[in-house]
């Protein structure tokens, strides 16, 4: 009587596959119809049956997924971080514009506060121009602040210029 899961062979049969099942040859020698022995173990070792299971491809995506989420993050932080940059570079650019025109006026300018708007990068700029004594009567102090359309801070600079 045959167990459950038993294969009978001939002697000398090679070893098969039957059914997905691996079988060992009966022992040289023996006679037929001798039960051979049912190899144990995954299915799926032999060299012509490779690659990823359920599992693992599930792992992989998910590690993928959380890599990429995290670089969305970094594209969008560096993003922010350079349109900031871009900001603080033009309103430095426009106060270094407005400090040239302070310094090369033959006339000083007006003691007090002077603001307006300046075009540079196909943008307007606020600015505010303090201007004010000094303890040496023959230099003013000038401070000049750029805010951008938010009305945030963009540029700053602070000069001296002599009077006379």
Same mark, same amino acid.
């Given at each position: 009587?045959?167990?459950? =899961?038993?294969?009978?062979?001939? &002697? ?13 040859? &009966? ?23 490779? =690659? ?23 594209? =969008? ?36 506060? &002077? ?29 000049? &602040?750029?805010?951008?359309?938010? =009305? ?13």
């Amino acid at each position: 009587m045959l167990g459950r =899961g038993s294969i009978w062979m001939e &002697a000398g049969q090679r070893m098969s596959r039957l059914r997905g099942i691996l079988v060992a040859p &009966a022992k040289a020698g023996a006679a037929a119809g001798v039960r051979a022995r049912r190899q144990t173990g995954p299915r799926f070792r032999g060299c012509d049956e490779s =690659g990823f299971t359920l599992i693992e491809m599930m792992v992989a995506l998910a590690v993928f997924g959380l890599a990429a989420l995290a670089l969305i993050r970094l594209e =969008g932080a560096t993003l922010k971080s350079t349109a900031a940059v871009e900001s603080h570079s033009i309103g430095q650019i426009v106060a270094n514009n407005l400090a040239v025109t302070a310094l090369s006026d033959p006339r000083p300018p007006a003691f007090g506060t &002077a603001s307006g708007v300046a075009e540079n990068g196909g943008r307007s700029w606020r600015w505010t121009q303090i201007t004010k004594r000094t303890a040496d009567s023959g230099i003013v102090r000038i401070d000049i &602040a750029v805010l951008d359309a938010d =009305g945030r801070q963009a540029g700053a600079l602070t000069l001296a210029r002599p009077v006379g």
